[in-house]
């Protein structure tokens, strides 16, 4: 049964940071495109950031290059969103999704392209 748990939301002042965790269980880690997306009230699903599980292939949205970084440690099935210099516009429910395995050189921020998902973590950044 795949799984995937999101930790480390919470509610910070704009220029804040967080750091939120997805540990990923029930299937094969490696060989597929993980990443974040995020959804505010009223809005549609977007993509955050994306990460490559058996590369270094990462992929961001322009709304968050240069303030937001995914990473990964393979070896406790987990990928981060480290997120700095918040801004209110980033306040959202931040999930974790995982497409089904493949070898590509590039992971989409199409939320459609994603197979599983995380029940997501709150971030509420105040101004």
């Known amino acids: 049964q795949v799984q995937l748990v999101e930790s480390g939301g919470g509610s910070v002042q704009a220029g804040g940071s967080l750091r939120l965790s997805c540990v990923a269980s029930g299937y094969t880690y490696r060989g597929r495109c993980m990443g974040w997306f995020r959804q505010a009230p009223g809005k549609e699903r977007e993509g955050v950031a994306t990460?490559?599980?058996?590369?270094?292939?990462?992929n961001y949205a322009d709304s968050v290059k240069g303030r937001f970084t995914i990473s990964q440690d393979s070896a406790k099935n987990t990928v981060y969103l480290e997120m700095n210099t918040l801004k209110p516009e980033d306040t959202a429910m931040y999930y974790c999704?995982?497409?089904?395995?493949?070898?590509?050189?590039?992971?989409?921020?199409?939320?459609?392209?994603?197979?599983?998902w995380g029940q997501g973590t709150q971030v509420t950044v105040s101004s």
């Open positions: 990460i490559y599980t058996s590369g270094r292939s990462t």
């Open positions: 999704a995982a497409r089904r395995p493949e070898l590509i050189d590039y992971c989409s921020t199409d939320p459609v392209a994603y197979d599983y």
